[in-house]
């Protein structure tokens, strides 16, 4: 029950952290032309880093045109629908009626919310904000992409772990 209840916590403050950061993708122009500027992109914000001058920095919401909104959409509520189910999967255990296949379960939803969103973000999203931009432009993924990709990884684990162990 602790290893569950650390694991979930684990995972939680992932997610939540991938979630609300803005470092999803980051957009630069090459090293050569002009190193102190990028641009991170987020689920819910979008921030301009200019290091050489501040006062030509900063955020706004995040936005899509209308073929990419669903997606940008959709993406947003299945992180949060994976946080929901994993908070439940955290306090169930305090209902004493609660049968071990509901937990597992909701285990297994919130692995599917979780594996899709780095999915639909690299194949949808990630395509669509470094459109237009050739050579001269460097995009990677940042942080908070890789976050929600180990806590999917770790979820997957802990559901294994869940199964083997009921």
């Not at 919310?113 to 050579?135: H, M, W």
């Not at 908070?144 to 997957?156: E, K």
Request: charged share 15%; with cysteine; net charge positive.
């Amino acid at each position: 029950m602790w290893f569950r209840i650390i694991s979930v916590t684990l995972i939680l403050i992932l997610l939540s952290i991938s979630l609300l950061t803005h470092n999803w993708q980051i957009l630069r122009l090459s090293p050569e032309l002009h190193p102190k500027i990028e641009t991170s992109i987020g689920l819910w914000k979008t921030c301009i880093h200019n290091k050489s001058d501040s006062s030509q920095s900063g955020c706004q919401g995040t936005k899509t045109d209308d073929n990419h909104r669903l997606f940008l959409i959709l993406t947003r509520l299945l992180s949060i629908l994976t946080i929901i189910f994993l908070v439940i999967v955290l306090f169930l255990p305090l209902l004493r009626s609660t049968k071990p296949k509901i937990c597992t379960g909701l285990i297994g939803i919130a692995v599917a919310c979780a594996c899709i969103v780095p999915f639909i973000y690299s194949t949808r999203l990630e395509n669509y904000f470094s459109q237009g931009f050739d050579k001269l432009m460097v995009s990677k993924y940042g942080y908070s992409f890789y976050l929600q990709g180990l806590a999917a990884l770790l979820l997957i684990t802990l559901l294994i772990f869940h199964c083997t162990h009921s």
